[in-house]
C-alpha cells in the first residue's frame, strides 16, 4: 500500500541543478570539516530555521512507524527504491574517532561522579512500551536492550530515563501515547529544562555524542525535530518529511501549549474533523488513513509557519533519528572513518515488540547496531563484543 509514497519522483530540470549543488556544496563541507572534532560537527551554519540541505543518507527515512505502512510489507523494498533514487546525494562523513584514552577516562569519570562537563544540560529522557508482554520473547529481548542502551547512555551524560508502560490519557492509543505522557511529566517536573522523546525501537549508537542544547537554547529554540526545511514548508509538505519518533521539547509555555493542540488532534472524537485538515494540506498521504502525530506535527508547522519557524528548529546535520537501513551495514566503516557515526539508529517499521513486519533485516540489524553501540560502554572497562553479530561472548581491547 505504501510502495508508491517512497517512489522516487519525477526530476525537473529545476531539481536536478539543486540536487547538483547539493552534491557539491556537501562535498565542500566534507572536506572542510573531515577530521575536526565533534564541535565542528554541525554541516549547519545557515540561520538556524533553515537547516543546511546537505542529506544526511541515514536521515532520508521517509518511513514511518505508521500502523498502516508496518501492515504492508513493503517496507524494506521501499526503503532499497528510496535509497536508489537518492544514490547522486552525498551525505556528510564528519566524526570518525574510535574513544581514544583520554575520551575513556573522561567517561568513566562522568559514570563515577557524574558529568563535570559545564556545557551539559541535564535532561529527561522520556520512552515507553506497552505494558503487556511483546509477542514473541525476541521482542521482549529487544525491549529490555533497547532500555539499557538508553539507561547506559543517561549514565554518560546525565539524562535522565522515565519508562512508562502505560496509556496516560484515555483513548489515546499507539504513538499517540507520547503526547499526554510527555506534558505531564514536563509540568510535573518544572526544573528540568529539556525533555527528548525517543521511542522504544530507537537506540543511541554514539556515545560519545552529546546534544548540542546550548545551541539550540543560543537559537532560542524551544523544539527540535529530525527533518527536512523543503519537506515541511516547501510546496507539497510531506507527511514523512520529519519523524516524531524521536525530538527534543523544552519544558515552557510555549511547548505546553504546543503538545497541547497536538493532542486534540489525537483525540478520538476529533477524528474526522483532524482527517478533513490533514487531507488539504498533506496530498501525498493516504487520504482514507486515521490522523497520525506525525503527519498532525507536519500539518501544524506548515499551516502557522512563522511561528513554528521561530520556535522549531528541523535537525539535519546529525542523526537525531537516523535509519537503520542506512546504517546496520556500516559499522566496519565506521570505525575507519568511511561512514558517519549515527547518533540515533532508528527501527522503524520493525515493531519488535508487536511483532509485525519483523524481518530478518531487523533482527540482524538490531543486533549488530546494539553491540556496536555496547562495545562504546564495554571500551571503558578494556572489553568488547568478539563479534557484532553476537551478544554472548566478549574479548578484550588492547591498548
Ligand atoms: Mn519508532
Redesign the pocket.
Known sequence: MGAWLLKPRMLSRNKMTFLLLCLIVSTLFYAFLNGHHIEADFVDQSPPNKPARVFNRAMQSFVT?HPELSKSGELNQNAEQSENGNENQSFNVVRTEEPNKETVSRLLHQVDQGSDDPNAVPFMLVTGERSSPCVTSHGSNVMMKTYKNKVDYCNLHGCKVWYALEIWQKGFVGTWVRYPLLLRLMKANPSVTWFMWM?S??IFTDFNFSIPFERYNGWNKNMVVPGFWEKVYGENPDWIGLNA?VFLIRNCEWSHKFLEKWIEFGAPENIQTAKAALNTVLKSRPQEWDPDDQSVLVYLLNTNRKESEENVFLEASYSLHGYFEYIVDEFEDILVGKAKWPFVT?F?GCNFCGGKNTTDRCTKGFERAFNFADNQLLRLVGLRHSSLSSSSTLETVVG
Open positions: 512507524d521511542d525501537d530507537a519518533g532508528h522503524c
